[in-house]
């Protein structure tokens, strides 16, 4: 088993995001060095540290206040990029998506049977990244994000592609299918305490609705040429989402993304620390995110 230990060359966190962010790129990659994945001619780097990283962003942030081994953060943020990269190669081949961070799509080059095998070896090497931490809470915790995206995704696909979408139909697939590997990110710092870690879990799953929102906003309304990926699938494809609800009036998106970003900060209140690193991550990293998908500054409480 080809074991990588990112903190041989740094025995602590290593200051700001940006040093944390390399050394969680190097532990996806080097750990796909054992695998098919690496003997083809693509570049591996690109697809799973040339995105926007922002669950493990939010693993990053909270740093400073999580009081958990370095290595433990890392291979966690490592893990959720690992199964989020996963879920991009299976979403490009159900949703037809040509086009994936500027590039063609992994499954256009190699096929669908391809990209369905390339996101499953991605998703078993998430949970070996993770079992090195000798977290097993940590492993029970992702298995039971894995598991909610992926019901989640096949409900709306298998049981309700072509169904009349409503308001609240939409916001809870927004969340069960996006926020479980926000909300995991988040919980990795609740240093053991219980309800820290429910709140951070929480938080997560708040943010991860919004930032869906954001993106349900752009693949109705967005440019696939500045986006770096296919649009307008979901509409192709009869896919309910919060875009389609009100007959294709985003309003309600948009002002939900606000919203739940500044409910997601106040599940923090009882922690002042905790709460000014996640406003750092809200304001820093996923509302600029969100803000270019659907071009309104999300609103968020004062650190």
């Given at each position: 088993?080809?074991?990588?230990?990112?903190?041989?060359?740094?025995?602590?966190?290593?200051?700001?995001?940006?040093?944390?962010?390399?050394?969680?790129?190097?532990?996806?990659?080097?750990?796909?060095?054992?695998?098919?994945?690496?003997?083809?001619?693509?570049?591996?780097?690109?697809?799973?540290?040339?995105?926007?990283?922002?669950?493990?962003?939010?693993?990053?942030?909270?740093?400073?206040?999580?009081?958990?081994?370095?290595?433990?953060?890392?291979?966690?943020?490592?893990?959720?990029?690992?199964?989020?990269?996963?879920?991009?190669?299976?979403?490009?081949?159900?949703?037809?998506?040509?086009?994936?961070?500027?590039?063609?799509?992994?499954?256009?080059?190699?096929?669908?049977?391809?990209?369905?095998?390339?996101?499953?070896?991605?998703?078993?090497?998430?949970?070996?990244?993770?079992?090195?931490?000798?977290?097993?809470?940590?492993?029970?915790?992702?298995?039971?994000?894995?598991?909610?995206?992926?019901?989640?995704?096949?409900?709306?696909?298998?049981?309700?592609?072509?169904q009349p979408s409503?308001?609240?139909?939409?916001?809870?697939?927004?969340?069960?299918?996006?926020?479980?590997?926000?909300?995991?990110?988040?919980?990795?710092?609740?240093?053991?305490?219980?309800?820290?870690?429910?709140?951070?879990?929480?938080?997560?799953?708040?943010?991860?609705?919004?930032?869906?929102?954001?993106?349900?906003?752009?693949?109705?309304?967005?440019?696939?040429?500045?986006?770096?990926?296919?649009?307008?699938?979901?509409?192709?494809?009869?896919?309910?989402?919060?875009?389609?609800?009100?007959?294709?009036?985003?309003?309600?998106?948009?002002?939900?993304?606000?919203?739940?970003?500044?409910?997601?900060?106040?599940?923090?209140?009882?922690?002042?620390?905790?709460?000014?690193?996640?406003?750092?991550?809200?304001n820093l990293d996923?509302?600029?995110?969100?803000?270019?998908?659907?071009?309104?500054?999300?609103?968020?409480?004062?650190?």
């Amino acid at each position: 088993m080809h074991s990588v230990n990112p903190m041989h060359d740094a025995q602590k966190m290593p200051p700001g995001v940006d040093a944390g962010l390399a050394l969680v790129r190097r532990l996806m990659v080097d750990s796909l060095g054992d695998t098919v994945l690496a003997r083809l001619q693509f570049d591996v780097s690109r697809f799973l540290g040339g995105g926007k990283l922002l669950r493990a962003r939010a693993a990053l942030r909270l740093a400073s206040v999580a009081r958990v081994p370095a290595d433990t953060l890392l291979r966690s943020a490592a893990a959720v990029e690992l199964v989020h990269g996963a879920s991009l190669l299976h979403d490009d081949v159900i949703d037809g998506g040509l086009t994936r961070r500027g590039a063609p799509a992994f499954w256009t080059q190699y096929g669908a049977h391809g990209a369905i095998l390339a996101g499953d070896i991605l998703l078993g090497k998430a949970l070996n990244v993770l079992s090195l931490t000798r977290e097993p809470d940590l492993i029970a915790d992702l298995a039971q994000a894995v598991a909610e995206v992926c019901s989640t995704e096949s409900e709306q696909e298998l049981l309700l592609r072509g169904q009349p979408s409503d308001w609240s139909t939409a916001l809870r697939l927004a969340r069960q299918k996006t926020g479980p590997l926000f909300a995991f990110a988040a919980l990795t710092a609740g240093n053991g305490d219980p309800a820290l870690r429910a709140a951070l879990r929480e938080a997560g799953y708040l943010a991860g609705t919004a930032y869906q929102l954001s993106d349900d906003v752009l693949d109705a309304v967005g440019d696939s040429a500045a986006a770096g990926k296919t649009l307008g699938t979901d509409i192709a494809r009869s896919k309910g989402t919060a875009a389609t609800a009100r007959n294709g009036d985003t309003a309600d998106a948009v002002a939900g993304v606000g919203d739940l970003c500044a409910t997601s900060l106040a599940q923090l209140d009882a922690w002042p620390e905790v709460r000014a690193a996640w406003a750092v991550y809200l304001n820093l990293d996923l509302g600029p995110a969100m803000a270019k998908n659907v071009h309104v500054a999300p609103t968020t409480a004062a650190p």
